[in-house]
């Protein structure tokens, strides 16, 4: 078996880490490596199937890209082992009984014992030398540096290199054929020294480099980031989107349904009063049917044959009439035939469609005496209609167009509004609020409204909390106050439209008012949602039963309204009445309100018309 120094002097150390192999693989040139040191390799090479020597270019397979299917170099792996295993003995002793080594003196290439290393602490020539403890050696925490010896003259070092062959030679190896063939060649320290800086100027643009692919890293990272929250940003407004579309489908849809089901009540109505009617007609013919055959039962004399006789002449009589006709409630079918569900041709619009084939006839055209003078009309409780009117009170009407009652005809009225509990909210000339019990008595309640030309007059209403409204046109505000009177417990901003009318919904907290040339959509703190307008039209809107919108559409010169239904959100669901003849007022002053029982009722200053 080989010395320890013998070993070392072999080529035992890997010729990219410099220290003792370890896992040592050989590539098909037959150079040996470590195989952390070729796995870094392959790591800076574009394809890992293939590694080039780094000493002679030449490349290598690697199989599936697994280093560690390269051959090992067995032989060499153990002889690292042996070294790693077996402490070597200390080469300054001159004696032939050698001690184990301690330490290793990396200047002079020597292996010392205790007492060879405590002779060169106090030796000052080597007193700058670098001496390395052998555990650490052995354990590979500290590089295996020896000096270079020649080989072919062990006592001298190699203290030169040419730069053609990369080698290092000694004084006595050839330095003068290395000269003669044309080689450079360098001392071996300023060689070394040249190697360092070189290496130093490489660290030092690798550090740069390193710092500016990391910056780059990080910029990447921020960008990834930021696409991540772009993505997640379009994420949400798809999906914000989409419950926005649900939610309007889902108000088309039971908005279309409303409408439905109103047709289908209706003819539903007809055709069960005729159902009624013919029953009655039933009824009454078998009764007299009953009383004409009891004069068969016994013989009849003076009054009983007398009345016999008229019941006989009043049953001959009902029996000429005509026989029911089938072509009336026919004909309610027939009409319901007519009526279909147009799907909406633009896929890009969510709108469903609309129901088409069917048309609303005036059921009644009333007019007015001058005097009366429409300020307003909103829906009672119990079916009617209730207007105002600036000097002769409320006026109550049915869905057929007949005044039912008048109250408060010595009150200026200018708003009107129900509470849930059956309390009347009016509101005078002077913007004084007065709230009214079913029989129409004035309570002790009251609201710190605005003066009229403080604030100027406006709309009023009451929403599903019995929450007031009071609108003033000259400061575009409005106040809302409760039933307990006192204070306005806010006010809301118009965002520049004047609340010349309010309305408010059933189901939820939303506003709806109009200036007459637009209609606004506010939400329940008062923050516009959506605008509706169509150029050199007048807007009058009101809100029906299902929280649907209609708008009555004025041409003012021409006498002309049409009347469309919206959902909450002011999106078109269809048509109702299309440039509809009115009798034109000199103002241009209006107003639309749905029944109770659906009929719609538009108004003007001195007249309304009913329309079913």
Not at 311 to 326: A, G, I, M, V
Not at 389 to 416: F, M, N, R
Not at 468 to 493: D, H, M, N, S
């Amino acid at each position: 078996m080989a010395t320890f120094h013998q070993i070392s002097s072999q080529n035992l150390e890997c010729p990219i880490c410099l220290t003792l192999f370890n896992q040592p693989k050989s590539l098909i040139c037959s150079h040996t490596f470590c195989k952390d040191c070729l796995q870094q390799i392959c790591q800076t090479q574009p394809s890992r199937q293939t590694i080039a020597c780094p000493i002679c270019r030449k490349e290598t397979l690697v199989p599936s890209g697994d280093l560690s299917k390269l051959q090992t170099n067995v032989p060499l792996n153990s002889l690292v082992d042996e070294v790693k295993t077996k402490n070597p003995l200390c080469t300054v002793c001159e004696t032939d009984g050698k001690q184990p080594a301690v330490s290793y003196c990396q200047d002079c290439g020597k292996y010392m014992c205790e007492s060879c290393e405590s002779g060169h602490k106090n030796w000052k020539l080597v007193s700058n030398h670098k001496v390395v403890a052998m555990s650490d050696v052995l354990s590979g925490k500290v590089p295996f540096e020896k000096r270079r010896k020649c080989k072919k003259h062990p006592n001298d070092d190699e203290d030169y290199f040419c730069t053609k062959c990369r080698e290092y030679i000694c004084n006595k190896r050839g330095i003068v054929r290395h000269l003669q063939a044309g080689h450079q060649i360098e001392e071996a320290t300023i060689h070394e020294e040249n190697l360092k800086q070189n290496i130093k100027k490489l660290q030092d643009r690798a550090k740069s480099k390193k710092t500016i692919i990391g910056n780059h890293i990080d910029f990447i990272k921020t960008q990834r980031n930021e696409i991540t929250n772009m993505m997640r940003r379009l994420n949400d407004d798809i999906d914000k989107t989409y419950e926005e579309c649900m939610q309007l489908l889902s108000a088309r849809r039971e908005a279309l349904k409303c409408q439905v089901k109103r047709l289908s009540e209706k003819f539903e109505k007809k055709l069960q009063t005729m159902e009624e009617e013919s029953r009655q007609t039933f009824s009454h013919v078998n009764a007299m049917e009953e009383l004409v055959t009891n004069g068969m039962k016994v013989p009849l004399e003076k009054d009983a044959l007398f009345a016999h006789d008229t019941l006989c002449e009043n049953l001959k009589s009902f029996l000429e009439r005509d026989d029911p006709d089938d072509q009336s409630p026919k004909g309610v079918v027939e009409r319901a035939q007519k009526i279909s569900f147009r799907k909406e041709a633009k896929v890009n619009e969510l709108r469903l469609g609309e129901l088409r084939g069917y048309t609303w006839d005036v059921k009644a055209d009333v007019e007015l005496p001058s005097i009366h003078c429409i300020r307003c009309a909103v829906r009672a409780p119990d079916g009617k209609m209730a207007m105002d009117s600036w000097q002769h009170g409320i006026h109550l009407y049915s869905p057929d167009g007949e005044l039912q009652q008048t109250v408060l005809k010595d009150v200026s009225v200018w708003g009107i509004g129900f509470l849930s509990d059956g309390l009347s909210v009016v509101r005078d000339g002077d913007n004084n609020i007065s709230l009214y019990t079913p029989q129409w008595e004035k309570l002790d309640v009251t609201f710190e409204t605005m003066g009229k030309y403080e604030g100027g007059i406006g709309g009023l209403t009451v929403d599903r909390d019995d929450n007031i409204y009071v609108g003033y046109w000259l400061l575009k505000k409005i106040q809302v106050f409760t039933k307990q009177g006192g204070k306005a417990v806010r006010e809301i901003t118009c965002d520049g439209y004047c609340p010349l009318q309010l309305f408010s919904f059933h189901t939820t907290g939303k506003l709806i008012l109009t200036d007459k040339s637009a209609v606004v959509c506010l939400d329940g703190q008062g923050k516009m949602e959506n605008v509706l307008m169509k150029e050199g039209l007048l807007a009058y809107p009101a809100v029906c039963r299902d929280d649907s919108v209609i708008v009555a559409w004025v041409k003012h010169k021409e006498g002309l309204v049409s009347i469309d239904r919206y959902t909450r959100d002011l999106q078109h669901l269809c048509t109702l009445i299309t440039d509809f003849k009115i009798v034109k007022p000199q103002m241009h002053w209006y107003y639309l309100q749905e029944f109770e029982s659906g009929e719609i009722a538009f108004f003007t200053r001195y007249r309304f018309y009913i329309h079913h």
